[in-house]
């Protein structure tokens, strides 16, 4: 079995208002000090699949659905467990 | 006029706009995703893709859809916008078609997304009235008043591009409705309801057969569905035009 964890976050100086309303929270909460909270999606993928189709797979997945590459830079982990 | 109105999971605009067509004297047909073939769009004079959450708005607003539209009629889709003929999507419709990448536009059809309609900067879902000014005019705008007011209801639209796709749209002149305060001055929240890049509410592809809006013109439709209808009598609803303006060409250039 195959597990393929891809990461997608907003890019680098992109505005992240859910981060910024989850930011408040925590300090109304009585949290000091922080300077930012990004907020990044993560999609878990079992298959059974050999290690390259997979990373493949996880490719495609990212170019169909999971990215915009206007907005989004993206991470693939693929591991065998 | 026949218009496909395309469903899926989760659209949930498609009756108000199928009424507001049908007013208007088309011919609108529901079309689900689940039976769309290959070789069907070319039939219609118009598509239409209604508001909503399609498929739950998850990963996000209009990625599920747009991919299963390319998944199933790429190609019909390409030919019928390339065949010069309207393509409109309202609120979830018009991130479908920024996510299709037929939106923007600024060099003809994209491969991958020009642009995109993110999370809202207050982080919230925006449901009111908003003022709109119209700054082109297109065949889905030509009959509208300068001024139009309409509701919005979205989380995730706040129009955002880079600067050089920004600057083209502008050179080109595809920004069709942008956000105005009431007294027409720049807009601050909540008159910007979500933050876009230079107040942009509607564009237009560069070729002006592809529109994409945020607020909705089918839920103003008839003069009572304006919160003001009984101080301030109107004739239509501010959302008709932009239906008549549409009805109006496609007859014409029939007719021609």
């Not at chain 1, 050999?50 to 693939?76: Q, R, T």
């Not at chain 2, 942009?200 to 529109?211: H, T």
Request: hydrophobic content about 40%; overall charge negative.
């Amino acid at each position: 079995m195959l597990k393929a964890t891809i990461t997608v976050k907003l890019k680098e100086g992109i505005d992240d208002p859910e981060g910024k309303s989850i930011r408040r929270s925590l300090e109304l909460l009585g949290f000091d000090g922080i300077a930012e909270v990004k907020v990044v999606k993560q999609y878990v993928i079992y298959v059974n699949c050999n290690p390259e189709e997979g990373k493949n797979m996880a490719e495609e997945m990212v170019k169909k659905l999971f990215v915009n590459p206007v907005i989004h830079s993206y991470d693939i982990r693929v591991e065998e467990i | 006029m026949r218009v496909a109105i395309l469903q899926m999971e989760g659209t949930n605009c498609e009756e108000e706009s199928y009424i507001a067509f049908k007013e208007t004297g088309a011919n609108p047909e529901y079309l689900h995703i689940n039976n769309l073939t290959e070789g069907m769009l070319e039939s219609y004079d118009m598509i239409f893709i209604p508001g909503g959450f399609s498929a739950g708005d998850y990963i996000r607003a209009g990625a599920v859809f747009a991919a299963r539209l390319k998944a199933k009629v790429w190609k019909d889709i390409v030919d019928f916008v390339e065949s010069g003929k309207p393509v409109m999507g309202v609120c979830n419709g018009f991130q479908v078609l920024i996510e299709l990448g037929l939106l923007p536009g600024t060099d003809g059809i994209s491969e991958v997304p020009q642009a995109a309609l993110m999370t809202n900067n207050s982080n919230r879902f925006e449901c009111r009235w908003v003022h709109l000014k119209k700054t082109k005019d297109t065949m889905f705008s030509r009959d509208a008043p300068n001024k139009i007011m309409l509701p919005v209801a979205h989380a995730e639209g706040k129009f955002f591009a880079t600067q050089d796709i920004i600057k083209k749209i502008e050179d080109n002149g595809q920004v069709v409705f942008r956000y105005i305060s009431p007294d027409a001055t720049e807009p601050e929240y909540p008159w910007n309801p979500n933050g876009s890049i230079n107040d942009i509410a509607a564009i237009v592809n560069s070729y002006g057969n592809v529109f994409g809006i945020m607020p909705h013109p089918e839920r103003a439709y008839f003069p009572f569905h304006h919160p003001d209808w009984t101080r301030n009598p109107r004739d239509k609803g501010d959302g008709y035009y932009i239906f008549k303006s549409l009805f109006n060409q496609i007859n014409e250039a029939k007719s021609r």
